[in-house]
């Protein structure tokens, strides 16, 4: 079974700073899909970014961009000119692949985030 | 406007009681899942769906049921065996390029 973990339960940035996220994940698969998801106090579910295994090109969303060491099995989320908005909880997820069904998304325990003015 | 909805956005349990959390999806997905939160787990399966007619049991799954008659609704039942049913109910529906989460339900055992 595959298992996802986040190593830092919380932490604070300045305001335009950036700031690291760590994810690291046990798989046995070759390929398989990863994302990051935020939950901001509204409690609604964003997704971040998502990256492919097989592309080594690592995603890059506006002022988001993973690290992805597929040999390390990480999958670090930077977020740069870090806003007030930021503040969330931020999950790691892994998914298999080819999708189907009946391999759901696998979370981390998340990593709570507050962006300081 | 495509969306999954989830109904009611709070609810209050009695001991004893089973109660009922909705969740519709018009985004023509097959698959459904049902996920529970609790502060300091993430998120944690509970049931999920691949079509209509089946589902399967996730990694928390004593004390709640589903059904799947249409493909739109995934209805969770928390059962009076759920010995600690308070937490906040996420349901989801997606595929490869990720899921989309309806705007939960918070349970409160009263």
């Known amino acids: 079974a595959q298992t996802v973990t986040q190593s830092q339960p919380e932490m604070s940035v300045q305001e335009a700073e950036t700031v690291t996220l760590s994810c690291t994940y046990d798989?046995?698969?070759?390929?398989?899909?990863l994302f990051w998801y935020k939950q901001p106090p509204s409690r609604q579910m964003i997704l971040v970014i998502r990256?492919?295994?097989?592309?080594?090109q690592n995603a890059t969303e506006n002022r988001f961009s993973v690290n992805f060491q597929k040999a390390a099995k990480s999958f670090s989320l930077k977020i740069s000119d870090s806003q007030l908005g930021d503040t969330a909880m931020y999950f790691c997820a892994f998914m298999k692949y080819p999708f189907s069904g009946n391999t759901p998304l696998v979370f981390g325990k998340g990593t709570r985030l507050s962006v300081i003015a | 406007d495509g969306g999954i909805t989830q109904s009611p956005k709070y609810l209050f349990r009695k001991e004893g009681q089973n109660v009922t959390l909705s969740c519709e999806q018009n985004l023509n997905h097959d698959a459904m899942y049902w996920y529970r939160q609790d502060p300091g787990q993430g998120l944690r399966l509970i049931y999920y769906s691949q079509i209509v007619n089946d589902f399967q049991k996730g990694d928390i799954a004593e004390g709640y049921s589903v059904s799947r008659e249409k493909k739109e609704s995934f209805p969770l039942t928390v059962t009076s065996a759920q010995k600690n049913p308070t937490a906040f109910y996420l349901c989801a529906t997606g595929g490869a390029y990720g899921y989309t989460f309806g705007s939960g339900t918070r349970l409160t055992v009263v």
């Open positions: 798989t046995s698969e070759n390929n398989y899909y």
């Open positions: 990256q492919e295994a097989y592309k080594q």
